[in-house]
T-cell receptor
Framework: AQSVTQLGSHVSVSEGALVLLRCNYS??????LFWYVQYPNQGLQLLLKYTSAATLVKGINGFEAEFKKSETSFHLTKPSAHMSDAAEYFC???????????FGTGTSLTVIP | GAVVSQHPSWVICKSGTSVKIECRSL??????MFWYRQFPKQSLMLMAT?????????EQGVEKDKFLINHASLTLSTLTVTSAHPEDSSFYIC????????????FGEGSRLTVL
């Protein structure tokens, strides 16, 4: 069975500071990992995905994530937070096409001016 | 990327009435779509998996007679909340499984249902 754990349901950073959102997963097979962002009253938008290629994945809006198999982690980072980054972020894991996605509980990011 | 459109974005209805929400894949064919329900400040709860041309697969605890799902074409899935009650008020989100090996999910914009 697969599961996703997002440590920290709320994260606050100052504008311009580093953003670090944590995600750990459990999977019995090599996983596909995803980060999605959700703005209020909207659906989810894909930020980036890991699909067994490069372990450091770059996504949209300056975000990137690194797959660390030994730590079963896929933490999301951005060097410098922008006010527009304030949103809900979800980490998800899948075992591949046609398999169910498992979502973390989400992390709400607040950016302080 | 692929686009999934959901309609309506907002709907208010009276208790006892039925509401239909549409989910369309605009530029790709989606044999599989998923319906989620999201409560405030919470993650997505998978309600059912919708496969084109066959019956939907419902998650445990989801009433199939209350949440009717139809996936009649490769670009359209509908969720009908029948005899809606205030406790059905929620944010409903659909997603469609894209092409390729990884099977990335593309999400609709969500539909906010309020039952009075």
């Amino acid at each position: 069975a697969q599961s996703v754990t997002q440590l920290g349901s709320h994260v606050s950073v100052s504008e311009g500071a580093l953003v670090l959102l944590r995600c750990n997963y459990s999977s019995s097979v090599p996983p596909y990992l995803f980060w999605y962002v959700q703005y209020p009253n909207q659906g989810l938008q894909l930020l980036l995905k890991y699909t067994s290629a490069a372990t450091l994945v770059k996504g949209i809006n300056g975000f990137e994530a690194e797959f660390k198999k030994s730590e079963t982690s896929f933490h999301l980072t951005k060097p410098s937070a922008h006010m527009s980054d304030a949103a809900e972020y979800f980490c998800a894991v899948s075992e591949g096409r046609g398999n169910q996605f498992y979502f973390g509980t989400g992390t709400s990011l607040t950016v302080i001016p | 990327g692929a686009v999934v459109s959901q309609h309506p974005s907002w709907v208010i209805c009276k208790s006892g009435t039925s509401v239909k929400i549409e989910c369309r894949s605009l530029d790709f064919q989606a044999t599989t779509m998923f319906w989620y329900r999201q409560f405030p400040k919470q993650s997505l709860m998978l309600m059912a998996t919708s496969n084109e041309g066959s019956k939907a697969t419902y998650e445990q605890g989801v009433e199939k007679d209350k949440f009717l799902i139809n996936h009649a074409s490769l670009t359209l899935s509908t969720l009908t909340v029948t005899s809606a009650h205030p406790e059905d008020s929620s944010f409903y989100i659909c997603s469609a499984l894209g092409g390729g090996k990884t099977g990335e999910l593309f999400f609709g914009e969500g539909s906010r249902l309020t039952v009075l």
